[in-house]
C-alpha cells in the first residue's frame, strides 16, 4: 500500500485566493512526521512545513498551514493569498519513528493565474 | 543554514562510463539520502545512509552503489552508465529522529546518451 497519496496530479487557482493541496497517509507507527516540500520549475526541493503526529495544534508557518486530521490520516497543505511565485509542485512526505526512510507522494503541480 | 552541495549541475555521460555524483552537507548531519526524480514517478530512494561507512538500500538500488566514507560526504556511483539511468538526482540529509525534515542541494541533470 502506499504510503503517502496525493490525489491532485494539476491544481489550478487564481492569484490571492487560498488553495488546498490534498495529502492522506498510511502508517501503523505512533509517532510520526508530516513534511510538505516546494519544487519550483528551477529544480531544488524547499522544505515548507512539518507536523508531528502529537501536535495538537495545526501548524502554520507565514501563508502555509497543514491541515491535520488524524484520526482521517490527512495533511492538507493550505496556501493563502496565493501568490505567482507559489506555482511549482508539491510534494507531501512522511517519516516513522520506526524508520530513517522517508515516504513521499507522487505530488501535485499547482499553477496560479494571474 | 543547512548547506547540500551537489557537485555538479548538469552532467553528460556516455553509456559504459562509471559516473561519480558527489554530495556534501555542513551541518553534521548523520543521515544522508539519495533519491532519483522522473516525470510522473515522483521521488524515488536509491540508497540513503545512516552513518559513516554504513548504507542501506532503498527501493531502486540496482546499477548503483555509494560510498560514505567521512560524515559529509555521501558519494553516488553509476558503474557502468546506461541510458535508462538518465534523469535529476537529489541528495539530501537530516538529523535523525521522526521530526527532522530533510534539507536537499539542488539536484544533478545527469544525461546518459
Known amino acids: 500500500a502506499q504510503k503517502i497519496t496525493q490525489t491532485q496530479p494539476g491544481m489550478f487557482v487564481q492569484e490571492k485566493e487560498a488553495v488546498t493541496l490534498d495529502c492522506t497517509y498510511d502508517t501503523s507507527d505512533p509517532s510520526y512526521g508530516l513534511f510538505w516540500y516546494k519544487q519550483p520549475s528551477s529544480g531544488e526541493m524547499i522544505f515548507l512545513i512539518y507536523?508531528?503526529?502529537?501536535?495538537?495544534q495545526n501548524a502554520t508557518e507565514g501563508r502555509y498551514s497543514l491541515n491535520f486530521q488524524k484520526a482521517r490520516k490527512s495533511a492538507n497543505l493550505v496556501i493563502s493569498a496565493s501568490q505567482l511565485g507559489d506555482s511549482a509542485m508539491y510534494f507531501c512526505?512522511?517519516?516513522?519513528?520506526?524508520?530513517?526512510?522517508?515516504?513521499f507522494g507522487t505530488g501535485t503541480s499547482l499553477t496560479v493565474i494571474p | 543554514d543547512v548547506k547540500v552541495t551537489q557537485s555538479s549541475r548538469y552532467l553528460v555521460k556516455r553509456t559504459g562510463e562509471k559516473v561519480f555524483l558527489e554530495c556534501v552537507q555542513d551541518m553534521d548531519h548523520e543521515n544522508m539520502f539519495w533519491y532519483r526524480q522522473d516525470p510522473g514517478l515522483g521521488l524515488r530512494l536509491i540508497y540513503f545512509s545512516y552513518d559513516v561507512k554504513m548504507k542501506e538500500k532503498g527501493d531502486i538500488p540496482e546499477g548503483y552503489s555509494v560510498s560514505r566514507e567521512k560524515k559529509e560526504r555521501f558519494s553516488l556511483i553509476l558503474e557502468s552508465a546506461s541510458t535508462n539511468q538518465t534523469s535529476m538526482y537529489l541528495c539530501?540529509?537530516?538529523?535523525?529522529?521522526?521530526?527532522?525534515?530533510?534539507?536537499f542541494g539542488n539536484g544533478t541533470r545527469l544525461t546518459v546518451t
Open positions: 539530501a540529509s537530516s538529523l535523525g529522529g521522526y521530526n527532522s525534515p530533510l534539507h
Open positions: 512526505a512522511m517519516r516513522e519513528v520506526s524508520g530513517n526512510q522517508f515516504y
Open positions: 507536523q508531528g503526529s502529537y501536535d495538537q
